[in-house]
């Protein structure tokens, strides 16, 4: 739970190449972790993606592993690829992420806080808890793109209505930095 000290011994120290292989996945779950936790998602997701490659068949690990790999993709704007969901031995054990990502798909902020309400317990075990709390924006921002795509003019309420936000203020808000950062065109 020490990210900074974590990120200063990654830094500060290099991995030994005569290494195991269990010990090198061990050690780019634990990179990926902490780069995730640092808003460093490329770096997470690439440290993570080889550590999938690369990791043993015992399904504890690559589960752990894909879990936080979805989270990270998801944070980056990325829907993950639906078979992952559906493979052997995992299908169980990511359910809450599959129902988390179709929130986040469907782009509506009420059902995407439901979702997490109802797996929080689980979520906070996994300890994907915090950076799950972090996809929030994206689902605004997925709501946003959908509603762009469908309709060429719409109040501020109704985007407050659709998206799930409290208010036109806070929509118009949203929109604003969306219209900013280049994710609508206005």
Same mark, same amino acid.
């Given at each position: 739970?020490?990210?900074? #000290?974590? #990120?200063?011994?990654?830094?500060?120290?290099?991995?030994?190449?005569?290494?195991s292989n269990n010990q090198l996945c061990r050690y780019? $779950? $634990?990179?990926?972790?902490i780069q995730a936790l640092r808003l460093e998602y490329t770096l997470s997701f690439?440290?993570?993606?080889?550590?999938l490659r690369k990791a043993p068949p015992a399904l504890g690990f690559r589960i752990a592993a894909q879990r936080l790999l979805v989270v990270v993709q998801?944070?980056?704007?990325?829907?993950?690829?639906?078979?992952i969901f559906f493979t052997k031995g995992m299908k169980i054990e990511l359910k809450p992420y599959l129902n988390i990502? #179709?929130?986040?798909?469907?782009?509506?902020?009420?059902?995407f806080e439901q979702v997490v309400?109802?797996?929080?317990?689980?979520?906070?075990?996994?300890?994907?808890y915090t950076l799950i709390s972090r996809? =929030?924006?994206?689902?605004?921002?997925?709501?946003?793109?959908?509603?762009?795509?469908? $309709?060429s003019k719409l109040s501020l309420q109704d985007v407050a209505d659709r998206l799930?936000?409290?208010? =036109?203020?806070?929509?118009? $808000?949203?929109?604003a930095k969306a219209v900013r950062d280049g994710v609508l065109d206005a």
């Amino acid at each position: 739970s020490l990210v900074e #000290q974590a #990120q200063k011994l990654l830094s500060n120290s290099t991995f030994p190449e005569t290494a195991s292989n269990n010990q090198l996945c061990r050690y780019l $779950y $634990y990179s990926g972790r902490i780069q995730a936790l640092r808003l460093e998602y490329t770096l997470s997701f690439s440290s993570l993606r080889e550590c999938l490659r690369k990791a043993p068949p015992a399904l504890g690990f690559r589960i752990a592993a894909q879990r936080l790999l979805v989270v990270v993709q998801l944070l980056m704007g990325e829907i993950p690829e639906r078979p992952i969901f559906f493979t052997k031995g995992m299908k169980i054990e990511l359910k809450p992420y599959l129902n988390i990502t #179709q929130a986040v798909r469907q782009g509506d902020l009420a059902v995407f806080e439901q979702v997490v309400a109802e797996h929080s317990t689980r979520l906070q075990q996994d300890s994907t808890y915090t950076l799950i709390s972090r996809l =929030a924006h994206q689902v605004v921002k997925a709501g946003l793109r959908k509603l762009h795509i469908s $309709y060429s003019k719409l109040s501020l309420q109704d985007v407050a209505d659709r998206l799930g936000l409290p208010s =036109a203020k806070s929509a118009e $808000y949203v929109v604003a930095k969306a219209v900013r950062d280049g994710v609508l065109d206005a």
